[in-house]
């Protein structure tokens, strides 16, 4: 029988504590609010949009939205960037992303401050995940990974991690994480020879190549737990993620489905960052005061 890990028990869970911790922040005249920039009409830029508005409104979390043409200046978004750099009463921003192609998407990435950075895009980010320094916050969905695995009580620790893919966004963040957690950790990518073999071996398995059910039965083992980040559309048109679930069903120990696996956690991971952004704004606050 294979355990299935779906996300909405995490995102309840998750969005119960963040409303009481919002109650408490907003009694001491903190309200955590997250600055959503969105450039365009991009139709999966408001899917996403609306999905973090919901989980934050959920959370407690107040939102200040900011919309502009695609006629946008590079110079003008960076502006607003700095202006909600110095605006105290918002304490994370989302740059829904990528950016019209007349916008470095990097430039203004640079810009953000990494104290409000919730969704770890910005260089002072990774490097405060790589150095293991409370700079900026990780990557929203490396972090829902974790989460999915804690909210299950699956043992991180002394356990043999392989992560297939390297992106900075998922991959390498993920792999860093687990080995933060005391996993001994596996970084694998397509090109990696005897991929499959290499997964079989795996206790817990994070899969965020982007190809629709390219891990099938070859590369399954009984004691495997998956958390497969891959989002795709296979033959049918039917989302799917990168594991083959027909296969994995009934032969691993446990598996997130797509969809409603870590989807759902991620944008609940984003509220999350929000609120202790305002915590940690609200203590900085302290501190000044009491010096």
Known sequence: MTDILKGKPVVDSLNLHLKSR??????????????????????DDI???????????????GIKKFHFEESITQEEIIGLVHSINADISVHGVLI??????????????????????I?????????????????????????????????????????????????????????MMLLRRNATVTTCHTRTTGLAKI???????????????LLGADY??????????????DEEGNLCGDVDYGAAEGRVKAI???????GR????????HVVEACQLSLDKLKNKRQQ
Do not use: W
Not at 28 to 39: D, F, H, S, T, Y
Not at 96 to 117: G, N, Q, S, T, Y
């Open 22 to 43: 919002s109650e408490e922040l907003r009694a001491l005249g903190a309200e955590p609010k997250l600055a959503i920039i969105r450039v365009g009409e991009n139709n």
């Open 47 to 61: 899917t996403y949009e609306r999905s973090a508005v919901k989980c934050c409104e959920a959370a407690g979390v």
């Open 96 to 117: 829904l992303r990528p950016l019209p192609a007349h916008i470095d998407d990097r430039a203004v990435c640079r810009a953000l401050a990494p104290e409000k950075d």
């Open 119 to 175: 969704d770890g895009i910005t260089e002072y980010s990774m490097a405060g995940l790589y150095s293991d320094k409370k700079i900026g916050f990780a990557p929203c969905t490396a972090e829902a990974c974790i989460d999915m695995l804690d909210h299950y009580n699956i043992q991180i620790e002394g356990r043999r991690a392989v992560v297939v893919g390297r992106s900075f966004v998922v991959g390498k963040p993920a792999a």
């Open 199 to 213: 997964c079989r071996e795996a206790d817990i398995l994070v899969v965020a190549i982007g190809k629709a059910k």
């Open 220 to 233: 399954l083992s009984p004691k495997q737990v998956i958390v497969d980040i891959g989002i795709n559309l």
């Open 256 to 262: 997130t489905p797509v969809p409603g696996g870590i």
């Open 265 to 272: 956690v991620t944008t609940a991971v984003l509220a999350k």
